[in-house]
T-cell receptor
Framework: KNEVEQSPQNLTAQEGEFITINCSYS?????LHWLQQHPGGGIVSLFM???GKKKHGRLIATINIQEKHSSLHITASHPRDSAVYIC??????????FGTGTRLQVFP | EPEVTQTPSHQVTQMGQEVILRCVPI?????FYWYRQILGQKVEFLVS????????KSEIFDDQFSVERPDGSNFTLKIRSTKLEDSAMYFC???????????FGSGTQLSVL
């Protein structure tokens, strides 16, 4: 069964800390997505990757195909980074299979 | 930046009533999707749509659900006879090409009473 697992479920940090959110998935993905869901519910796509590493501002996403694992890192975290971060995967179709999300709170 | 627009933002309906959720995808996008998120649960895929037909649908997307692209801009999700368990946030999404980055609307919160 195609599944996506995330950890941790909840994460709190002090402003400035380096944050890592982990995602593991079952074999055979086409692509791995990281998304951000704001408190109001809106979803924004952050990264889509199938190999290697991508960086956008303070966000870095990596994927290790052999280990079936991806990480999302946030450097120099800020309270405005507080949101739910979701890992999702596609498996030879274009439908996304979502993880449960990681609720991040960054305190000043 | 272009965005996916969904209306209404909130919809309250009585069980058994029909609802239509509306979406305006980004204008040059070709692939369209509906997802839903029941409170406290994962986001779930409902249906994908390309070239005026359904390309894939989930087990959730039964005969009570239908999608339509009635003109060149709107993409609608209809639920014929709503049930209590249809209460959820419904997200429309679109992408320019298959397998590309998705752009999501801000969602319609559907409450079935």
């Amino acid at each position: 069964k195609n599944e996506v697992e995330q950890s941790p479920q909840n994460l709190t940090a002090q402003e400035g800390e380096f944050i890592t959110i982990n995602c593991s998935y079952s074999v055979g993905i086409s692509a791995l997505h990281w998304l951000q869901q704001h408190p109001g519910g809106g979803i924004v796509s952050l990264f889509m990757l199938s190999s290697g590493k991508k960086k956008h501002g303070r966000l870095i996403a990596t994927i290790n195909i052999q280990e079936k694992h991806s990480s999302l890192h946030i450097t120099a975290s800020h309270p405005r980074d507080s949101a739910v971060y979701i890992c999702a995967a596609t498996y030879n179709t274009d439908k996304l299979i979502f993880g449960t999300g990681t609720r991040l709170q960054v305190f000043p | 930046e272009p965005e996916v627009t969904q209306t209404p933002s909130h919809q309250v309906t009585q069980m058994g009533q029909e609802v239509i959720l509306r979406c305006v995808p980004i204008s040059n996008h070709l692939y369209f999707y509906w997802y839903r998120q029941i409170l406290g649960q994962k986001v779930e895929f409902l249906v994908s749509f390309y070239n005026n037909e359904i390309s894939e649908k989930s087990e959730i997307f039964d005969d009570q659900f239908s999608v339509e692209r009635p003109d060149g801009s709107n993409f609608t999700l209809k639920i014929r006879s709503t049930k209590l368990e249809d209460s959820a946030m419904y997200f429309c999404a679109s992408s320019e090409l298959r397998g590309e980055k998705l752009f999501f609307g801000s969602g319609t919160q559907l409450s079935v009473l």
